[in-house]
């Protein structure tokens, strides 16, 4: 798809925004979630929105609710709280939304990929985990990534709440030094993986190694931008 340098988001009528790419996490002013690679940006104001967020198709469907129509909101209808069926955080901005079921979908969230390449393997979107997650140990609600292999089980939403707290603590205090806390914690998540793998002994070791590459892909995703650009610059904080 070929993107506009610049667009006019009637979200944020005052100005044009213009297409920036950006390996620093940005805050998303249309969904309220982090990203990273892609957005589109007011010189002007601080102001950003991640490309599918700023390109949001006034509806969609997905392949995991096929009775499904989703249409898309700036916020979801109604006064009650609403989850992410994907992620399962909060939904605090743009949306789709399913007016029939109720179901809803962070834009970020509804464009994941339904596979991703860390070089090696291949990692499947999957509605449902049948063996447990290597973050949570459970198998939980909402989306994961599964590898080809079948040994490497990873929520959206374990891999985002990590994020987010990185996130976190780089927006609450603007802080060049806490961009670290990506670096630490994301390899914190690689150590767990490779602990799991060590006590289950030899077999899955192969697993291990491509656990670092995996992340990397999954975290560009959630992101917002599936990009093997960013894979490598989150791949280079993780083989620290
Ligand atoms: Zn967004
Ligand atoms: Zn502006
Ligand atoms: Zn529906
Ligand atoms: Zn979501
Ligand atoms: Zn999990």
């Known amino acids: 798809m070929k993107l506009d340098r610049e667009i006019f ?10 297409l920036e790419y950006t390996e620093t996490p ?28 700023a390109l949001a198709p006034p509806t969609i469907t997905h392949s995991f609710y096929n009775k499904c129509d989703f249409g898309f909101y700036y916020k979801t ?6 989850i992410c069926n994907a992620c399962r955080k909060d939904v605090l901005g743009f949306v789709y939304h399913c007016t029939r079921c109720g179901f809803d979908l962070h834009p970020c969230c509804a464009n994941l990929p339904q596979t991703l390449n860390d070089g090696e393997h291949n990692l499947y979107l999957c509605l449902k985990l049948s063996s447990s997650c290597h973050r949570c140990g459970g198998k ?9 292999c079948k040994n490497y089980n990873l929520h959206v939403a374990c891999v985002k709440e990590l994020l987010v707290e990185s996130w976190q603590a780089i927006y609450l205090n603007v802080d060049k030094n806490k961009l670290r806390e ?51 610059v989150v791949g280079g904080f993780i083989s620290k």
């Open 9 to 18: 988001h009637p979200s944020h009528p005052k100005h044009k925004l213009k």
């Open 26 to 53: 940005f805050f998303c002013d249309g969904c309220k979630e982090a990203g990273i690679g892609l957005k589109y940006k007011c010189d002007a104001c601080e102001f950003d929105l991640h490309k599918a967020c």
């Open 77 to 82: 209808p109604g006064s009650a709280m609403r």
């Open 140 to 148: 939980g609600l909402g989306w994961s990534y599964r590898s080809d």
């Open 182 to 232: 990506i670096q630490t914690r994301i390899p914190s998540l690689r150590g767990t993986l490779e602990n799991h793998h060590r006590k289950r002994g030899g077999k899955v070791r192969k697993c291990c190694e491509i656990a670092g590459g995996a992340v990397c892909v999954i975290v560009s995703a959630i992101l917002g931008d599936p990009t093997a650009i960013i894979a490598a």
